[in-house]
Each structure stands twice: as structure tokens, then as C-alpha cells.
């Protein structure tokens, strides 16, 4: 079958270290687009988090943004689905005990916001210098993250906790897993704890957009480099892990390609996009 739809994390995969897509896969995307392939974005990301050449890149209809907690049009600007975290588990969230070795994010409808500290020095959270360099420029300042989750309980895509050491992290992974019902909870970098609805996820709400489509399975190439593209990977016949990408991506993918820095997806699409 041809491959019908092409659908590409952003960090770590479609985007080099630099966070802009190389020439190299640009051509090859617009090889695939004039195949007929459909082309859609899912990150991780806010939609306000999201770089304008994803957006504007030829081709572009869908967005998924916050790990499969929204999606947008972006001819009409505006969701089409969205699975939002459930008001019981953000207050459950806000009650738990806090590490102040990690810091809270919350995305709200396509608007990322982040506690003040935070947002002053993320590079002490663990970011790169260019993860913080993006943190800064994308991220809203908050003094008081949690009570702010708290007002817009109704209204938050997903949350995600940043921290430099691993044993936070996981201490929190294990917390919420246990104490928050209807949560899901990934990873897309080492650093980064990420949680939506349990009904969220790029695996599910790519199968959402496969329907809307009129697309399978079969007909779909994806690609990723976290934990958080493991479902993504796993659903379509050719789920394709970056040679940069964590163990478990790359134990979920069908084939593994080049790293982000050396066109892996650009590669991959003129492999297989016939």
C-alpha cells in the first residue's frame, strides 16, 4: 500500500539541535506532500510552543500538540479534538508533596505556562542551552504555578514536571501513577516528566486522526524519538525510531533510522515514500 500519511515528532526527530527543520528533510517532506502524502505534526508541545516553519510548512493541515491532548487546524485556527485532564486529578496533583528540585508546567488551551523560577534558570532543571533558550521565549511566567493549576483546573491540556535529577523524577513518575486516577504519564526526554488524560497520547488520538482521515494503519508512517512516540510508533505499519531516540522508541519502532542531526526522517521518507 502507499504510504498516506507521514506523521513526525518535533524535538529530537523532525527538528535538529538547532530547532529547524534541514533542507534536506524539507525536500524530502515536500517529495512526500507531492506524492499526495498528508502531513501532521505531534509533539509534545503547546500549539504556542509550536516553531511558525512547522506551522506554515506546505502541507500542514493538522497539529497534534500537548502528547495527544489537543489537535488544531491550522487553515482554521482553531481545535478540533481535544481529551483535557480531569478536574479531580489536578487538584490531587496540587495536594501531593513537592520537590523543590523540579519544576511544574502547565499547558492551557495552546498556551504554555511555567513557575517563575523556573522560567528564570532552566538550565538548574536540567534543560540544554538551547532547551532553555526555548524555555524563555515559549514559556509564560507564573509565581504561583499551583494555585493557578488550581483556578484553571477545567481548562489544562496536560502538566509536566522538569527536573535535573533522575530519582525526582521517578519518585514523581510513581506518585502520580499511584495516587491520580485517569492520568497518563510519558517521558519525551530525560529531564522532562510529562502527564495528560489517560485517554490522551499520540498513539490514541493519532487513531482518532487516522479515522477523521479515512487513512489506516497500514497507509501511515510515523516518527519519533521518546517515550512519549512509543503508542505512536507501535500503532502504524511503519513506526520508524531515531537512531538517537531512547531504548523503549526504539524497541516500539519497525525500523530504526538516522539521528535528527543526520536527516534521519528526510532518509527514512525516500526509503519508503515510493
Do not use: W
Amino acid at each position: 500500500m502507499p504510504i498516506k500519511l507521514i506523521v513526525s515528532d518535533l524535538d529530537g526527530t523532525l527538528l535538529t539541535e538547532k530547532k529547524v527543520i534541514s533542507d534536506y528533510t524539507k525536500e524530502a517532506l515536500m517529495y512526500a506532500i507531492e506524492k499526495g502524502c498528508h502531513f501532521i505534526p505531534a509533539t509534545g508541545r503547546a500549539l504556542g510552543a509550536v516553531p511558525k516553519e512547522v506551522l506554515h510548512f506546505p502541507g500542514v493541515e493538522y497539529v497534534i500538540t500537548s502528547n495527544g491532548a489537543a489537535v488544531y487546524s491550522v487553515s482554521e485556527g482553531k481545535r478540533v479534538y481535544q481529551c483535557r485532564m480531569c478536574p479531580g486529578a489536578i487538584e490531587t496533583v496540587a495536594g501531593l508533596p513537592r520537590y523543590p528540585e523540579a519544576a511544574l508546567e502547565i499547558f492551557i488551551e495552546g498556551i504554555p505556562y511555567g513557575q517563575e523560577d523556573y522560567i528564570q534558570e532552566p538550565e538548574r532543571f536540567g534543560a540544554t542551552s538551547f532547551g532553555a533558550a526555548y524555555v524563555k521565549k515559549t514559556r509564560i511566567s507564573v509565581k504561583d504555578i499551583y494555585a493557578f493549576a488550581l483556578e484553571n483546573r477545567e481548562k489544562i491540556d496536560s502538566i509536566a514536571f522538569a527536573t535535573a535529577d533522575p530519582a525526582v523524577k521517578e519518585k514523581i513518575r510513581s506518585m502520580l501513577l499511584k495516587e491520580v486516577k485517569d492520568i497518563y504519564v510519558t517521558s519525551s526526554v530525560s529531564h522532562m516528566l510529562e502527564a495528560g488524560h489517560i485517554n490522551a497520547g499520540k498513539g490514541n488520538t493519532l487513531s482518532v486522526m487516522l479515522k477523521r482521515l479515512g487513512i489506516t494503519e497500514e497507509e501511515a508512517m510515523a516518527f519519533g524519538d521518546g517515550d512519549n512516540d512509543m503508542e505512536m510508533l507501535s500503532l502504524v505499519k511503519y513506526g520508524i525510531a531515531m537512531k538517537n531516540g531512547s531504548e523503549n522508541c526504539k524497541k516500539s519502532a519497525s525500523y530504526i533510522t538516522e539521528t535528527n542531526e543526520q536527516n534521519g526522517v528526510g532518509k527514512a521518507i525516500y526509503k519508503f515514500v515510493l
